[in-house]
């Protein structure tokens, strides 16, 4: 399953389940936002950007999303950077604003595949949730640390 219907599949699961879509992007579509470096930890406008693949809010909570085809451990360190030092919040607080936002939970969506899904399952100390979805749309949560996901 390629990262396009991942994503897509996670954005009608979560507006079913009553997140709003602040905003998403998948390979080639042109629609995410890019989220800048702090200032303090800028070098150049643009170096550092990142485009998350879906934001969603509900209940003073917003949950940033990667989204991949497979496992990919970049992500993982990525999303833990993000969280921990807390480099992108100028950006977030920004998109986030009017949203009151009390937490930001970060996590990973995968294809269904107990192969990658247990490679990912080493690296959960770095993300707040895993899940994966099928063709037939469903999702499954596999991890969530925060219990995000309870009334889905």
Not at 33 to 54: A, F, Q, S, Y
Not at 100 to 115: A, M, Q, R, T
Not at 121 to 131: A, S
Request: glycine share 6%.
């Amino acid at each position: 399953m390629k990262e396009e219907k991942v994503t897509k599949n996670i954005l009608d699961w979560l507006e079913l389940n009553g997140w709003t879509i602040i905003c998403y992007d998948f390979p080639q579509s042109g629609t995410g936002v890019l989220l800048h470096l702090n200032n303090n930890n800028r070098t150049e406008k643009n170096k550092g950007g990142i485009i998350p693949d879906i934001i969603a809010v509900k209940n003073n909570r917003a949950l940033f999303f990667e989204n991949k085809d497979r496992f990919y451990e970049p992500d993982f360190d990525k999303l833990n950077e993000i969280k921990m030092e807390s480099n992108y919040s100028d950006s977030l607080d920004q998109l986030l604003n009017g949203h009151n936002i009390s937490d930001i939970y970060y996590g990973i969506g995968l294809p269904e595949s107990k192969k990658e899904i247990d490679k990912s399952k080493q690296h959960l100390e770095k993300v707040d949730f895993l899940i994966s979805t099928n063709k037939k749309k469903e999702v499954t949560i596999h991890y969530d640390v925060n219990g995000i996901f309870a009334n889905a």
